[in-house]
């Protein structure tokens, strides 16, 4: 079974920064792609970021020059640095991995706010 798990959220000011953190474990396959999505309330989740065993990336627009998604393969871990960072950035961040099947982590709670 495979284990995704978030850290890394809080609360911080507007213009601040934030590292997310997610490792995944107990995959018996490659894991290609991870990404991180948010859930704002009454939202639907959304891209945030997401990039591949080979580091193709993608970004959310909301993000692009604010956000930088980075890899580790060997050892399935993903980082989301996040800079100038706004109130519309707080959000439930859910990690995800993409094996043969979708793994998603619970969550870590990022709230912008003075």
């Known amino acids: 079974q495979v284990q995704v798990v978030e850290s890394g959220g809080g609360l911080v000011q507007p213009g601040g920064s934030l590292r997310l953190s997610c490792v995944a474990s107990?995959?018996?396959?490659?894991?290609?792609?991870m990404g991180w999505y948010r859930q704002a309330p009454g939202e639907q989740r959304e891209l945030v970021a997401s990039?591949?065993?080979?580091?193709?990336?993608n970004y959310g627009d909301s993000v692009k020059g604010r956000f930088t998604i980075s890899r580790d393969n060997g050892q399935n871990t993903v980082y989301l640095q996040m800079n100038s960072l706004k109130p519309e950035d707080s959000a439930v961040y859910y990690c995800?991995?993409?094996?043969?099947?979708?793994?998603w982590g619970q969550g870590t709670q990022v709230t912008v706010s003075s």
């Open positions: 990039i591949t065993s080979s580091r193709k990336i």
């Open positions: 995800k991995a993409g094996t043969v099947n979708e793994y």
């Open positions: 107990g995959s018996m396959f490659s894991i290609y792609e």
